[in-house]
C-alpha cells in the first residue's frame, strides 16, 4: 500500500501539507457500483496499471435503458463520487450500455 503526500494550495498561496492512501482498491469501487446498480447485468472494474488509480468501467444495467450515454456517464461518476473527490482515481474509463 503506497501513502503519499499531497499539497493543497489556499486561497491566500499558504500550502497545506496532507496524506492520503493513493491506492483505491478494486474492490472497494465494485462495492460502490454494486450499490448504485444492484440489478446489473454486468459490473467490472479492472485497474489498468496496478497502481491503483487508473480504472476501466464496464457496466450494463436496466437502469440505463432510455438514457443517453452522457446520463449513463454521470451515474457511474456519481457513484464513485468519493474517489474521485479526493484525488485517489487519478484516470476513469467507462463503458456503459442498457440491457435492451
Known sequence: M???QFR???ARGSVALG????VVSVERLQGLLQ??????K??????RTGGGDHFQVTVAT???????LVDQHKR?????????A????HELRISTKGTT
Open 2 to 4: 503506497r501513502v503519499y
Open 8 to 10: 493543497h494550495i489556499r
Open 19 to 22: 496524506r492520503y492512501d493513493r
Open 35 to 40: 450499490r448504485e446498480f444492484p440489478d446489473a
Open 42 to 47: 454486468q459490473l467490472e472494474v479492472v485497474d
Open 62 to 68: 436496466p437502469a440505463f435503458d432510455g438514457l443517453s
Open 76 to 84: 457511474v461518476y456519481n457513484a464513485l463520487a468519493g474517489p474521485l
Open 86 to 89: 479526493d484525488g485517489t482515481i
